[in-house]
């Protein structure tokens, strides 16, 4: 039992298979603050794992099949957005439906671009990274150093994030929006601007988790490959009580259940019990095992601009 | 406002008809095949419609869909059938998707996988006039369905008996360890017979070797996959058979980012990374296919169970790394002939 817990990849899978569950989170933190449940992250992030892959392997730069992934990634959200600010759609129902179409227009495309042999070989990754220093420290090196250079980007947008959202005025007017847009209208604050900022903001941050999947960890797309990782995103988010680092909190636990469950698999423990680890964790997590957890008071409410 | 609300509703409608349908048939146009049809028997065999409905995995897995598939485009191209293919989204399309193409006429449907075992039988019997093919699952009560049914062991053996002599002879990126690890999708008879196999071949050659055996319960996130074989690397294992599909993709990565050996299935994966493919266990699902494809075409279906083994070159090792020496080849090839003589009998079970 011992030698799991010392074992460093136990500790590198957790950080591994938390970012694609974390960048997500974050994003869904911008949104629901500002008042929008985003639940097509999950589309954006299949959609911008494809085109991470063909904007990657078109330029043969990994670097800008990154940039192309979140600009497509930011242009669902802002469709999304349109109908479910502007119009003021269903969240929900709009959600699911951008999910719905990401997983069969990525397989028509898929088929139609690549043909059946799937997406190029020669697709390039984007690179990992070794820290200097750190690298040589026996243990924490092998933890913490030679990820996918999202892995540490993902760690830097955290702090960013908690700083934007509590602790400058336009983290403060997002967060107003997302508790009573009323008021914030009457304080002169542009609520539908914000909302689109927010949705945006986790369109932009989704189709980061999503190209890591496909061009950060491996450099190949296959069909429904981000395996409902938007929607433990969501669960992630509201277990860390709507914040940014407990959100990573949340995504680094299931990230460490996962990683858990692999290296019991060879113990004396039944293999289907430990498999049912991660979603025993979720579970857990959102009966509210964490204590109570309070989303923003007009998250999920459309709003029409009283002018 | 309003005006826009129901643009937006009808757009959402259109945008979801059609991503459902293009997640679907996504190359019936395409196999309509170009040839000129002159004879009758060519126009005969147009008329002939198979049907193929992927399981989860998809068409692009790059394994055992896409085997089924190539040997869908084969029988398209060298028999002149008219084909169409269906790829399931999630467990709960099988059912219907058999039944759309059964609905439509098709004179053969062929269902890819094992975990379409029940949905196949359902359908099947709704449909007594359509003939089913079941790939990896055994329906032998109906007159109108045949499985296909693979010795997954015999290969899993071959390839489990190369990865013991490349332990015990340290060969190329290999420093002897004497533990090997194997990456199963999910705990389902075909995996677990290429398992099994690969156990009782690796133990034959080399008694003292470890096998480390997980499964990631999923066939497409290679993510987890990667994961999965990069743990089994840290617990010592140099060479990692993945059975686990598209999942696989991500232990062949892992594979060659550690510098070290990854065992490919169903399809010869070797170009996926020729450094650090050892071998691939490839299983002609393409054959089967192809075969029950043409024997139905000739009026020569036949129902229940037909079996590919390494005999009738059903399965079979793929390419092997440049870096294994002739002799080891040469012994692999030798227990190769010992079981096809009988001499050699695999166990499908994976022993504890």
Redesign the interface.
């Known amino acids: 039992m011992k030698e799991i817990f010392l074992?460093?990849?136990?500790w590198?899978?957790t950080l591994?298979?938390a970012t694609?569950l974390a960048l997500p989170a974050l994003g869904g933190t911008f949104s629901e603050r500002s008042g929008v449940v985003n639940i097509a992250m999950e589309g954006i992030m299949l959609i911008a794992a494809f085109f991470a892959v063909v904007f990657a392997h078109a330029t043969g730069s990994a670097w800008l099949g990154f940039l192309g992934a979140i600009i497509v990634g930011l242009i669902v959200a802002l469709i999304f957005a349109w109908?479910a600010v502007?119009?003021t759609?269903n969240q929900i129902i709009?959600g699911m439906?951008i999910n719905?179409?990401a997983?069969?227009?990525t397989?028509?495309l898929?088929?139609?671009m690549?043909g059946?042999?799937?997406t190029p070989?020669d697709t390039p990754m984007l690179p990992?990274i070794e820290i200097p220093g750190i690298k040589s420290i026996p243990f924490l090196g092998q933890v913490l150093s030679g990820h996918s250079v999202v892995v540490y980007l993902m760690i830097i947008i955290l702090f960013i994030s908690d700083y934007f959202l509590f602790h400058t005025n336009l983290g403060l007017r997002l967060r107003a929006v997302g508790e009573n847009p009323e008021a914030a209208e009457t304080a002169g604050i542009n609520v539908i601007k914000l909302r689109y900022l927010g949705v945006a903001l986790s369109g932009i941050l989704s189709a980061m988790g999503g190209a890591y999947?496909s061009i950060g960890?491996?450099?190949?797309f296959?069909?429904?490959?981000t395996?409902g990782r938007g929607y433990i995103a969501l669960a992630a988010m509201i277990f860390g009580k709507w914040t940014p680092f407990g959100s990573f909190g949340a995504a680094l636990l299931f990230g460490f259940a996962?990683?858990l469950s692999?290296?019991l698999?060879?113990t004396a423990f039944s293999?289907?019990i430990i498999?049912m680890l991660p979603y025993i964790v979720t579970i857990l997590a959102l009966v509210g095992v964490g204590g109570k957890s309070v989303a923003p008071a007009a998250d999920g409410v459309p709003y029409t601009p009283k002018k | 406002m309003k005006r826009w609300r129901v643009v937006l509703a009808s757009l959402l409608i259109v945008v979801l008809s059609v991503s459902v349908l293009l997640s679907g048939c996504s190359s019936k146009t395409k196999q309509e095949s170009t040839q000129p049809q002159t004879t009758t028997q060519e126009a005969k065999n147009k008329d002939f419609k198979v049907g193929l409905v992927t399981d989860v995995g998809g068409i692009n897995d790059r394994s055992f869909n896409q085997m089924a598939y190539e040997g869908l485009q084969r029988a398209a191209k060298e028999l002149g059938v008219t084909v169409n293919v269906i790829q399931s989204k999630q467990m709960t399309d099988y059912v219907p998707n058999l039944t759309n193409f059964a609905q439509q006429g098709y004179d053969l449907v062929i269902s890819v996988g094992f975990m379409m075992h029940d949905a196949t039988e359902e359908v099947s019997q709704k449909f007594p006039d359509t003939k089913f093919l079941i790939i990896d699952s055994e329906i032998t009560d109906r007159p109108n369905v045949a499985s296909a049914m693979f010795k997954e062991q015999e290969v899993g053996y071959l390839a489990g008996a190369l990865a013991g002599l490349v332990e015990k002879e340290k060969v190329g990126k290999v420093k002897g360890t004497n533990i090997i690890g194997a990456v199963g999708g999910m705990q389902i008879p075909p995996v677990d017979r290429f398992i099994a196999g690969y156990q009782q071949g690796a133990k034959a050659v080399n008694p003292d070797i470890k096998i480390l055996i997980n499964y990631t319960n999923n066939f497409n996130d290679p993510a987890s996959g990667k994961q999965m074989a990069l743990t089994q690397i840290s617990q010592g294992a140099e060479i990692v058979f993945q059975v686990a599909g598209g999942t696989g993709e991500g232990v062949v990565k892992a594979a060659q980012e550690k510098n070290l050996y990854a065992i490919g299935v169903d399809a010869d994966q070797s170009y996926l990374a020729p450094d650090n493919v050892l071998t691939s266990a490839v299983k002609r699902v393409d054959v089967a296919v192809y075969d029950v494809i043409k024997d139905a075409l000739n009026g020569n279906f036949k129902s229940g169970i037909m079996y590919f083994d390494l005999k009738n070159n059903g399965v079979g090792l793929g390419k092997i790394n440049k870096d294994v020496p002739q002799s080891i080849i040469d012994q692999v090839n030798q227990l190769a002939k010992d079981i096809i003589d009988g001499k050699i009998q695999v166990s499908d079970k994976i022993s504890k």
């Open positions: 074992n460093p990849q136990l590198a899978a591994a298979m694609p109908a502007s119009l759609a709009l439906a719905i179409f997983s069969g227009i397989a028509y898929l088929n139609t690549y059946f042999t799937g070989t990992t999947l960890v491996l450099n190949s296959n069909p429904d490959m395996s996962t990683a692999m290296q698999q060879n293999k289907n498999m």
